[in-house]
């Protein structure tokens, strides 16, 4: 009885009062684009490493993502039952972008984008045009070989791709790759799957300033794409911010311990930094900088 | 006639163009792409594109990646 009375005296008087409010909607992000390519999201990912389709699915899903990456492999000719990963990928709204991971010479990357084109040819999707070139160093490092793939992507122009080169962090070759016809550099943060993030924030910066600045040859308008080495949400705002036009990863939403949750942290990361980009930071300074007024304070200050 | 198939050999029981190997393994309707020594044999050639003894031919298709 005296529970019951007590129950109801919790319901009447102590509800607590929440007033639900929204912020107004940030503005959207324009479309990106990449060569004759607009994609709506400018967060794309890859579809690898992941402990099971269905959770892949979701994870891109919530990444808010309209291009995945895919890699080129033999077929598993033993394996009949095997299911594909085009099973689970909603192909009628993605734009596939295939890559040329696991190659280390010009001459293998242009065959395995010629073949990922076929592929994609014959399910009729948008990504038949494009490729993410990727000719790598070595096994350990997984960095670009910038000989190999200056060599690749104009043998790919050539043969009519939209290239987007994976890169290393220098202005130098990112330039070459820009002038050899590659529709977008794509700048490593730091080595595929490290999770370390922009390893070298002012390398970055060059590479952007390179290629989008006019008074350094570049033009705003050319897409420069952060790929590798995210971590966590954090470092794609860090990379929006230094900025990026797009982020590409993949291990760190992946092999996060909740895909899912990571890839909403992801998108909103992205949105983030866009915006700080353009709302024009606050200079760092050494001392304080109070946020009130000392005008008016009844307070004794030290030294004063 | 014996080719190489994905790095493997394999013993054909006869001539076979590109697309017969593909019924053999099961793939006539899979996406996947065909090279045959190094070059891609596009779709539309499978019918016609002979397999001669030795080639080492490579049947791919899309995995993911990043």
């Known amino acids: 009885m005296l529970e019951a009375a007590n129950a109801e005296y919790l319901m009447s008087t102590h509800q607590p009062t929440i007033n639900v409010r929204t912020a107004p909607v940030a503005p959207a992000l324009p479309p990106l684009r990449i060569g004759s390519f607009t994609l709506s999201s400018r967060l794309v990912v890859g579809t690898g490493k992941y402990r099971d389709y269905t959770t892949m699915q979701a994870a891109i899903e919530a990444s808010g993502a309209d291009c995945v990456t895919v890699a080129v492999r033999r077929e598993r000719l033993v394996d009949a039952e095997g299911r594909s990963i085009l099973d689970f990928l909603p192909l009628e709204r993605l734009t596939i972008l295939p890559n040329t991971a696991g190659c280390f010479t010009a001459d293998d990357a242009v065959r395995v984008s010629r073949l990922g084109r076929e592929i994609l040819e014959q399910l009729g999707n948008p990504g038949a045009g494009w490729v993410k070139l990727e000719v790598l160093g070595d096994r350990t490092t997984l960095l670009p070989d910038p000989v190999g793939t200056l060599e690749a992507c104009k043998e790919l122009v050539k043969d009519g791709f939209t290239v987007l080169c994976y890169s290393s962090d220098d202005p130098i070759i990112a330039a070459r790759l820009r002038d050899a016809g590659a529709a977008s550099v794509m700048p490593a943060g730091s080595p595929i799957g490290s999770g370390r993030g922009i390893a070298n924030p002012a390398a970055i910066r060059m590479v952007i300033d390179r290629l989008k600045l006019a008074e350094q040859g570049g033009s705003a308008e050319y897409p420069v794409i952060v790929d590798a080495g995210v971590g966590t949400a954090s470092d794609i705002v860090h990379a929006m911010e230094l900025g990026a036009d797009g982020v590409l990863l993949n291990t760190g939403i992946a092999h996060a311990q909740d895909p899912v949750r990571m890839a909403h942290a992801m998108r909103l990361a992205l949105d983030a930094g866009w915006h700080t980009a353009r709302a024009g930071r606050i200079p760092r300074k050494l001392y304080a900088n109070a946020s009130s007024p000392w005008e008016g304070v009844i307070t004794h200050i030290p030294g004063e | ?66």
């Open chain 2, 1 to 66: 006639m014996r080719i190489e198939l994905n790095g493997q050999h394999k013993e054909l029981d006869g001539p076979a163009t590109v697309a017969q190997l593909l019924l053999t393994l099961g793939l006539e309707r899979a996406p996947c792409a065909v090279e045959v020594n190094a070059q891609l044999v596009r779709k539309a050639l499978h019918p016609t594109h002979a397999l001669a003894e030795g080639d080492r031919v490579e049947v791919v298709t899309l995995v993911g990646g990043g």
